[in-house]
Antibody
Framework: EVQLMESGGDLVQPGGSLRLSCAAA????????MSWVRQAPGKGLEWVST????????SYIGSVKGRFTISRDNSKNTLFLQMKSLRAEDTAIYYC??????????WGQGAMVTVSS | YGLTQPPSVSVAPGQTARITCGGD??????VHWYQQKPGQAPVLVMY???DRPSGIPERFSGSNSGNTATLTITRVEVGDEADYYC????????????FGTGTNLNVL
């Protein structure tokens, strides 16, 4: 069974840092690009970042460029999102998602990140 | 690049629901649709305009032309009540992957 399991969500102060992890199972991890998509409380979906299967290409939404870094460890079937200089507007559920061409095919259950003093 | 959806659509059980997604020349792009029930992660229900992932009922169909893409749900069931989002990839947009504003399907 294909599974994605996020971890690392927490309450953090503005300006702080946090790293999210996503453990993948049930498929050949390095065959797929992976993404992070977030959803602020009561709001819609927002794409955050994508990384190619071999890590040779990454992309970000403009509002997180220079603050967030996506990476992956294919030997451990794990996706990461390093977040720095966090702002209140980064408060959201962060979903780890497997990409199929340009569609978000498989979603994890999400990790809650709250940025507040 | 923006995608506009009606905030809500209401339909009685057994009827047909049509959820639209408007965008400039969206017919030239591939549109994907997601269903999100309260407290759950989204689920892909339609990709590349009109392809259904395995496990999605045939009651779900999609179309895309001109400036409007449409997700159609026939014989609507109470279990179809959810938020629905359209999505495209746009190489010259920030963000690259654009979601629609979302539509709440209310089954009366």
């Amino acid at each position: 069974e294909v599974q994605l399991m996020e971890s690392g969500g927490d309450l953090v102060q503005p300006g702080g840092s946090l790293r999210l992890s996503c453990a993948a199972a049930g498929f050949t991890f390095n065959d797929y690009a992976m993404s992070w998509v977030r959803q602020a409380p009561g709001k819609g979906l927002e794409w955050v970042s994508t990384i190619a299967g071999n890590s040779d290409d990454t992309s970000y939404i403009g509002s997180v460029k220079g603050r967030f870094t996506i990476s992956r460890d294919n030997s451990k079937n794990t996706l990461f999102l390093q977040m720095k200089s966090l702002r209140a507007e980064d408060t959201a559920i962060y979903y780890c998602v497997r990409l199929r061409q340009f569609a978000f095919e498989i979603w994890g259950q999400g990790a809650m990140v709250t940025v507040s003093s | 690049y923006g995608l506009t959806q009606p905030p809500s659509v209401s339909v009685a059980p057994g009827q047909t629901a049509r959820i639209t997604c408007g965008g400039d020349d969206i017919g030239s792009k591939s549109v994907h649709w997601y269903q999100q029930k309260p407290g759950q992660a989204p689920v892909l229900v339609m990709y590349f305009d009109d392809d259904r992932p395995s496990g999605i009922p045939e009651r779900f169909s999609g179309s895309n032309s001109g400036n409007t893409a449409t997700l159609t749900i026939t014989r609507v069931e109470v279990g179809d009540e959810a938020d629905y989002y359209c999505q495209v990839w746009h190489r010259r947009s920030d963000p690259l992957y654009v979601f629609g504003t979302g539509t709440n399907l209310n089954v009366l």
